[in-house]
């Protein structure tokens, strides 16, 4: 139970939702800013704006997903609000306080830092990364049946990357039947794609793979898919980026080239955001369940 515990949720998607509704379940007091909008009725819940909060009650922080912008925005589908956050409104929080992000930027890490707020990203963790990477396959093989007019069974797909997400995409594709190529650069994932009965080539040999690619999957958070390669595919290719925003993909010159890429980063939140969130509000029912002694320790 999270009995006591004080709780801002600032923003977020359909995911949030879910969040809400476990952590409501576990008795924490929730103030929900950027929610104006939304009609659902939780228990224990307030909705609030971030200027009139009493920022010192607060023992921790939620986050959307994609954290912030590089301006401070927080991007939420359930107001039209402009909600910004600052180290300044930060410093307003009780100093145990701890923020909740999917992933991080450069202004937020510096907001919490100049705050003197731990900061932690759920994302890093490998146990919400490889769940995650569950729906973002499923999203993946829904976008390529929407924009290719040929069965993925039998098709040429080059997966960029064996991290958590690329390991699921690359075995999930597999598993219908295509052609599976995966490429990465360290010798022991070069050996594990093997092991997986997987095609692994070296990232340095990119170009030379993109001729017979149908479909790019990039997860490579930079620069990877460059305009020498996409000069490389067939005109009818497909390049799905999955890496963070700005990707990995030279989008302008993909234009140019007449090859469709997308930037497709939070997909399970798009296609299965109960799952999605679900998955989070798991996670952050044991992290602030954490700070509950640590809280009690402070106030006795």
């Not at 067939?234 to 990707?247: C, E, T, V, W, Y």
């Amino acid at each position: 139970m999270l009995t006591g515990l004080n709780i801002a949720v600032i923003g977020g998607d359909a995911r949030q939702l879910e969040v809400i509704r476990k952590l409501a379940e576990l008795h924490a007091k929730l103030w929900l800013i950027g929610f104006e909008q939304l009609d659902h009725g939780f228990t224990g819940t307030s909705k609030a704006k971030l200027e009139e909060m009493d920022l010192s009650r607060i023992d921790a922080i939620i986050l959307p997903v994609a954290g912030t912008s590089l301006s401070g925005q927080v991007d939420t589908i359930f107001s039209n609000d402009n909600i910004i956050l600052t180290a300044e409104l930060l410093k307003k929080t009780s100093e145990k306080c701890v923020i909740y992000s999917g992933i991080s930027n450069s202004y937020l890490t510096s907001a919490a830092e100049k705050a003197g707020r731990k900061l932690v990203q759920l994302f890093d963790r490998d146990d919400v990364a490889i769940y995650n990477s569950i729906p973002t396959a499923e999203g993946t093989i829904m976008m390529v049946i929407q924009h290719t007019d040929y069965t993925i069974h039998g098709s040429n797909i080059a997966v960029l990357g064996l991290g958590r997400v690329g390991m699921s995409v690359a075995r999930t594709f597999a598993g219908l039947g295509a052609k599976v190529k995966v490429g990465a650069r360290k010798s022991a994932h070069l050996a594990r794609i093997s092991e997986m009965g997987l095609s692994p080539f070296h990232l340095d040999d990119l170009k030379e793979e993109a001729k017979a690619a149908d479909v790019i999957i990039n997860t490579i958070p930079h620069l990877i898919v460059t305009a020498e390669v996409i000069s490389n595919m067939p005109h009818q290719g497909l390049i799905i980026d999955l890496a963070s925003k700005p990707g990995g993909t030279d989008f302008a010159f993909a234009e140019k080239q007449g090859i469709k890429a997308m930037l497709a980063p939070g997909l399970p939140g798009i296609v299965a955001p109960k799952t999605a969130g679900q998955i989070i509000a798991g996670v952050l029912s044991h992290l602030l369940a954490e700070q509950l002694p640590k809280r009690s320790e402070e106030k006795s």
